[in-house]
């Protein structure tokens, strides 16, 4: 299950700006390495029990744990047979299971099945309708007689099901719980495909089909489907036969030999391409709307390849017998990894243009990499996710190194740090969380991001050959069965030949990260580096002392450098060193491995030796933000960061620079970056500082980058530059993309149509309310407001209502319907301040206001709503 996270860092990143948090500095600049509260400590202090009057300990409630559930049967196959009432979102299932007690002999078989009309029970073999008691959630089956493990049990339940009648909706990363979705049923939206899919993690499957509907359960699987013959299908495992039934239906076969969870069950339905690809002799397939068929093949970009990259990594040959990836409508997460077929959102159709520089590589292997772990071994229960989600959130960090080097995977690291710190701000618990409130609160920044960080950890403590070794024999020993947490640590044992309890305990175990403070001191007497660390973290959320195994990087002042393995396991370290001379900077480290936030003070010489020989991402753009914020000339040194080999490093540096009056050398190289630099970007943001600068002899270059071919961002960024430098060409130019669809596109008119004052230009946004997403989103309703300021109160309610139109349609992109409920609260807070006293007025305030509560209301999102409350006060 993929969190899509960009939302979720972004959405924290949205409520951090709105609560206004703290800053402190540290060595690196990223938002992972700011807001948060530094305590001083000067002594570590482990509170005692409470004590009664008698001196005895106050009793303790016992904890609540979240125990693996029991199994009193265990499923070997389920075979479904399916068809579908798509007007009243029905589905029409006999289900036959055959299973046998787990251990202690059974007289009942308990099945989840929601919200189900059970028609009939009957036992296979005798042919014997079976009695059943069934109460909405669990169908208990008699069986009839005390039945032993080594009794095969056969039956077959004849149900219908209605998923969106029982399903219920909440904020959490699974968006709903309804297991199986009708999208456009009844063909009403002719901006919408008519489609089936499904969602079964966490527990959601039970929707739609009768099973045991928990992660440590496993069987094999059929599907037959029956559809009309215009649609496609898809199921796990592979396509066995396809029968015209000769009423305008056809029922397809899907067979699946490998037992896998029934969370991971899944089928899909509609009008797609399917576009084929091969790995080996294993079928790869993409299935896309069929307007983007010519773009599968980069929407799932190096998929072959990732196939060969992770079976080489892990030396285990990817174990399932196809893999195809589904695009599907209104998806209520990211994406998800049932076994061989994967479902993702629509925000991955995308054409090849809108794909350069912000490809779906993490996503799709993100997912691809469940196959090994989430598919193959599967948690044992959601207090694991860990061992599904961590894992599948590092293989984006290990793709990104293999295909685009170290500096691409830092940078990918820094944001998943960024993403499990914010919430670490909010909450910490254990990676291995028995006490959740719910299941679905596991699929958060500890089990993603901080899962997949505390992984880098451990392969750099055991290296590579090691690591990899203990996670192919990982594989081996739990081939198609749950694990929990000591099973991977007892394969890394095992290969290494060490106890790495101290490792799993700290990380898996226990809460937090370690706060770390440096400070070095050089003396010339005694030719000795003594360098101290304290570990400063809050030990009443954080796990006190943590051991941490690293290196400390000491450069010296030709540039050599030399490496110290140190170990630091005390709330204050006090580490020595002798040297032959005194050293220019020293790095604690430096490779940026550790899940830590490290303060550190640098002096400009020191920054300046840290951004010429920094080992790592993190330390050489933190370095480089210095030196640009603080440098007061501009030379050689300003003009290699503008050169820096890494995207991210050139495009704050733009920012970095104070533009106005630098000679032409300057902004020569301003204009050849906005031509030719390698990140879309980085083009893009040279070009908006070029369109400030508003020097003729720049125009051209601005002007051709409005054309029919540059990436969606470049030509974005030319249209705002070229009205800052000739609005009337600006204006002929924009004539040829105003139909454009693209989200980039369309906030960049938008913010010239909202500078020009006229609202005749208020049709475009209307046209395209629902077309922006992402941030453009904030920017293009941000636009609209300035014009809707302008409108007399009757139109302006009028808006208000298409707003809330917009606000209240869950499929929407997140920030789409923040913007527009953003821009429905801005105006009537714009209102208020008028305090105009007239009758229109008062009108329009009372029905806004009536408006947001039913947004409000509406809302499915939790910290949304919250969002929303929050705008409301100031």
Not at 44 to 54: F, N, Q
Not at 304 to 332: C, H, N
Not at 449 to 474: I, P
Request: aromatic share 10%.
């Amino acid at each position: 299950m993929n969190l899509y996270t960009t939302f979720a860092f972004c959405l924290a990143t949205f409520i951090l700006f709105s609560c206004g948090q703290s800053k402190v500095l540290t060595e690196d600049p990223d938002p992972a390495f700011s807001d948060v509260e530094i305590r001083n400590l000067d002594t570590l202090v482990i509170s005692a029990p409470a004590m009664e009057s008698d001196g005895q300990a106050t009793p303790a409630e016992i904890p609540v744990y979240r125990a693996t559930p029991t199994r009193l049967i265990d499923l070997l196959h389920t075979s479904l047979d399916l068809s579908f009432d798509w007007q009243s979102e029905k589905v029409i299932g006999i289900a036959k299971l055959k299973f046998h007690a787990y251990w202690h002999p059974i007289e009942k078989a308990i099945l989840d099945a929601k919200g189900f009309e059970i028609n009939e029970v009957r036992n296979l073999k005798t042919g014997q309708a079976l009695d059943f008691d069934y109460d909405g959630e669990q169908l208990s089956i008699d069986l009839g007689r005390s039945c032993p493990r080594e009794d095969t049990l056969d039956i077959q339940i004849d149900y219908i099901a209605a998923p969106s009648k029982s399903a219920g909706h909440d904020g959490r990363a699974i968006s709903s719980d309804q297991g199986l979705f009708f999208i456009n049923p009844r063909g009403t939206d002719g901006n919408k495909p008519s489609q089936i899919w499904t969602q079964g993690e966490t527990e959601f499957n039970s929707r739609w089909f009768p099973t045991v509907d928990k992660p440590n359960e496993r069987c094999t699987q059929e599907t037959y489907l029956t559809v009309d013959e215009k649609y496609t299908t898809l199921s796990n495992g592979l396509l066995q036969s396809s029968t015209n039934n000769g009423d305008g239906t056809r029922t397809d076969h899907w067979s699946m030999n490998q037992p896998h969870a029934p969370y991971l069950f899944m089928v899909a339905v509609g009008e797609y391409a399917v576009v084929k690809d091969k790995w080996n002799d294993i079928e790869v397939t993409y299935y896309v709307e069929p307007e983007f068929e010519n773009d599968a093949r980069s929407i799932f970009a190096h998929t072959p390849e990732m196939l060969t990259f992770f079976s080489d990594l892990t030396g285990i040959q990817y174990p399932w017998d196809k893999y195809a990836q589904i695009v599907v409508r209104d998806y209520v997460s990211g994406a998800m990894e049932n076994t061989t077929s994967v479902i993702y959102g629509e925000f991955v159709q995308r054409t090849k243009r809108e794909l350069i520089d912000q490809s779906n590589d993490m996503i799709v292997a993100h997912e691809l990499f469940h196959h090994w772990f989430g598919d193959y071994v599967t948690c044992e229960s959601w207090a694991n996710l860990t061992m599904n989600e961590g894992f599948a959130n590092y293989s984006e960090y290990l793709w990104s190194e293999y295909k685009y080097g170290r500096d691409a995977a830092d940078y990918h690291r820094q944001q998943e740090l960024s993403g499990y710190l914010f919430q670490a701000q909010q909450e910490v618990h254990p990676l291995i969380h028995f006490s959740y409130d719910d299941k679905e609160d596991m699929f958060d920044q500890h089990s993603y991001n901080k899962g997949g960080l505390v992984l880098h950890m451990l392969r750099h403590y055991m290296g590579d050959d090691a690591f990899f070794r203990a996670l192919k024999l990982y594989l081996q020993e739990n081939a198609l069965s749950a694990v929990e947490v000591h099973d991977l640590r007892l394969a890394c044992e095992e290969v290494l030949g060490e106890d790495l309890n101290w490792f799993f305990n700290q990380w898996f175990l226990a809460s937090g990260h370690p706060l770390l403070e440096v400070s070095d001191d050089w003396s010339d007497s005694s030719s000795m580096l003594t360098v101290i660390v304290e570990q400063r973290q809050d030990v009443t959320q954080n796990h006190p002392i943590f051991i941490i195994p690293t290196e400390i990087e000491i450069i010296y002042p030709d540039g050599t450098r030399e490496w110290k393995q140190v170990s630091i396991d005390e709330r204050i370290e006090r580490l020595q060193f002798p040297l032959v001379e005194e050293p220019a900077a020293i790095v604690l480290d430096p490779s940026r491995i550790q899940l830590a936030l490290i303060q550190s003070d640098y002096n400009d010489s020191e920054q300046t030796i840290l951004y010429q020989h920094g080992h790592s991402l993190g330390v050489r753009s933190a370095a480089a933000d210095y030196l640009l914020a603080t440098s007061t000339k501009m030379d050689a040194k300003i003009m290699s960061i503008l050169n820096d080999p890494f995207w991210s490093i050139r495009l704050n540096a733009l920012d970095g620079i104070s533009w106005q009056g630098l000679d032409t050398a300057w902004v020569q190289q301003l204009a050849d970056m906005a031509k030719h630099d390698s990140h879309s970007f980085v083009r893009a943001r040279a070009l908006e500082l070029l369109g400030e600068l508003g020097l003729d002899s720049y125009k051209d270059i601005v002007s051709t980058a409005i054309n029919n071919h540059d990436p969606y961002p470049v030509v974005a960024a030319a249209i705002v530059a070229l009205h800052q430098m000739d609005p009337d060409l600006c204006a002929e130019k924009i004539t040829v993309i105003r139909a454009d669809k693209n989200t980039d596109i369309i906030a960049a008119i938008s913010v010239i149509y909202a500078l020009a004052g006229d609202t005749s230009n208020l049709s475009y946004f209307a046209t395209h309310l629902e077309d922006v997403s992402g941030l453009s989103a904030m920017g293009f309703y941000g636009q609209l407001e300035v014009l809707l300021s302008e409108l007399p109160f009757v139109d302006k309610l009028g808006w208000m209502e298409m707003l809330a139109e917009v606000a209240v349609k869950t499929n929407l992109d997140p920030y789409t319907r923040m913007a527009a409920t953003r821009t429905i609260i801005s105006s009537l807070k714009g209102v208020e301040a008028g305090r105009s006293g007239s009758e229109e007025s008062s009108t329009f305030r009372s029905k806004t206001n009536s408006l947001i509560e039913e947004i409000i209301n509406k809302e499915p999102n939790a910290q949304i709503r919250s969002i929303y409350r929050t705008m409301l006060d100031l």
